[in-house]
């Protein structure tokens, strides 16, 4: 064998071992399918570097996997509170069909669409098999809505290292390894609802990870904020007597998260502020969304009464910065299928930075608030 034959091999190799550390245990589960897509299993390294599995709905188009070559963009979309990750990669996938249709460049080829399902015990029997009660795979699962704020794991019951911000770290690590993926040009982290509050708390306490690809965080009407400071602006009404709206998650004190756990006590507020504040986020605001749901919590309503005032009032309060965006919807409300599809959501999803230019559309919509828009009329 030739020199230049031995170095083909060499990296055809390191680039097929690469490739199998992402792939996980084959868990037998009924999750519902979604067009376009293939149930994917998907290797999470625990605290030990042991192996642990992440079901997730991931681009498969035609009935086969991309060609990673050509992918140009990653796009990952966070469920909401009933881990319906089906149902959010038919949204995510209808709107790339939307997109394909204005610029047939964006397409099915060169987007890679996954949408994790974070399960919890009420999944037992449909995302994980049990014994006796208890998950006997490898399968990651949280209890309750503990994966929105980064809790660690209940299942593997032998392997409770996990936090759902954690499998996030991992997920962007894969999609921005040049061996997997030599062309990606941007990552999305997007979701709606309590993705939405997944997606904001994840990038104020999400690790530097120094990757090589940019990565937009989008967010579209979440019912609470991590406050990035102890100045409320609402102490009446159901916000009364409130002791606990500054604790996690919708302030960063009793911060009770493995997760960065060192990094958060000992810098605070400030300290998760300035890492949020290095982030690029892009608000999306449905106008006629004035619902709540607060998990029984008081401290939602120490921000607002619902997600508008709570919106408003984190948009006064912590200004974007010139690399995020604010888009509103008229005449949308609570509707992640919409809030994906329209213009503003195309553009945040799918055309900004599409070639790697650092382009992005201004915002869409009227101002709302003073300081509210990066680009202003």
């Given at each position: ?9 060499a ?5 097929i071992v690469l ?5 996980g ?6 999750l519902?399918?979604?067009?376009g ?13 042991q192996?642990t599995?992440l ?6 188009p035609?009935g086969?996997?991309?060609n ?8 990952i979309?966070l469920?909401g509170a009933?881990r ?5 990669f038919t949204?995510?996938?209808d ?6 249709a204005?610029?047939?460049t ?8 996954m949408?994790?399902?974070f ?5 037992a029997?449909?995302?994980y098999?049990?014994?006796?009660g208890v ?5 990651l699962?949280?209890?309750?809505t503990g994966w ?5 794991n209940?299942?593997?019951a032998a392997?409770k290292?996990v ?5 996030m770290d991992?997920i962007l ?7 997997q993926?030599?062309n ?9 609802s309590m993705?939405a509050?997944?997606?904001?708390r ?5 690790k ?7 990565v ?5 009407n979440p019912?609470?904020?991590?406050w990035l ?5 609402v ?19 009793n911060?009770?998260?493995d997760?960065?756990?060192a990094f ?8 998760v502020k300035?890492r ?8 999306g605001?449905?106008?006629?969304d004035?619902?709540?749901?607060s998990?029984g919590?008081?401290g939602?309503?120490?921000e607002?009464a619902?997600?508008g ?7 006064r309060?912590?200004?974007?910065n010139?690399?995020?965006t604010?888009?509103?919807?008229a005449g949308v409300?609570?509707d992640a299928a ?14 900004d ?7 992005h559309?201004a915002?869409?919509?009227a ?6 828009d990066?680009?202003?009329?």
């Amino acid at each position: 064998m030739n020199s230049l034959s031995f170095l083909f091999a060499a990296i055809l190799y390191v680039a097929i071992v690469l490739g199998q550390q992402y792939a996980g245990e084959t868990i037998p589960n009924s999750l519902p399918s979604a067009a376009g897509a293939e149930k994917a299993f998907f290797n999470i390294l625990d605290s030990s570097g042991q192996r642990t599995t992440l079901i997730n709905h991931f681009s498969f188009p035609g009935g086969a996997r991309q060609n990673k070559t050509m992918v140009q963009r990653a796009v990952i979309i966070l469920h909401g509170a009933n881990r319906d990750s089906n149902n959010y990669f038919t949204n995510i996938h209808d709107a790339l069909k939307a997109a394909t249709a204005l610029d047939p460049t964006v397409n099915e080829n060169t987007v890679a669409l996954m949408a994790p399902c974070f399960t919890n015990q009420a999944d037992a029997g449909r995302g994980y098999p049990t014994r006796n009660g208890v998950s006997n795979t490898s399968v990651l699962a949280w209890q309750g809505t503990g994966w929105y704020e980064g809790y660690t794991n209940i299942y593997p019951a032998a392997q409770k290292s996990v936090s759902s911000f954690d499998a996030m770290d991992q997920i962007l690590q894969y999609f921005d390894d040049i061996l997997q993926y030599p062309n990606m040009k941007q990552i999305v982290v997007a979701g709606h609802s309590m993705g939405a509050q997944m997606v904001l708390r994840y990038a104020a306490v999400g690790k530097v990870l120094l990757l090589r690809t940019p990565v937009v965080y989008w967010s579209g009407n979440p019912s609470s904020f991590v406050w990035l400071n102890n100045n409320r602006p609402v102490s009446t009404g159901q916000a009364a007597g409130c002791t606990t709206g500054d604790e996690w998650s919708t302030g960063v004190g009793n911060y009770t998260v493995d997760y960065e756990a060192a990094f958060v006590r000992s810098l605070g507020a400030a300290g998760v502020k300035a890492r949020y504040d290095a982030r690029n986020v892009a608000y999306g605001r449905g106008l006629n969304d004035h619902g709540d749901y607060s998990e029984g919590k008081c401290g939602p309503y120490t921000e607002g009464a619902d997600r508008g005032e709570r919106f408003y009032n984190f948009m006064r309060q912590f200004p974007p910065n010139s690399g995020d965006t604010v888009d509103y919807y008229a005449g949308v409300g609570h509707d992640a299928a919409r809030m994906t599809a329209q213009t503003p959501g195309l553009y945040r999803l799918f055309f900004d930075n599409f070639n790697g230019n650092r382009s992005h559309h201004a915002d869409f919509g009227a101002r709302q608030v003073p300081g509210d828009d990066p680009f202003p009329a």
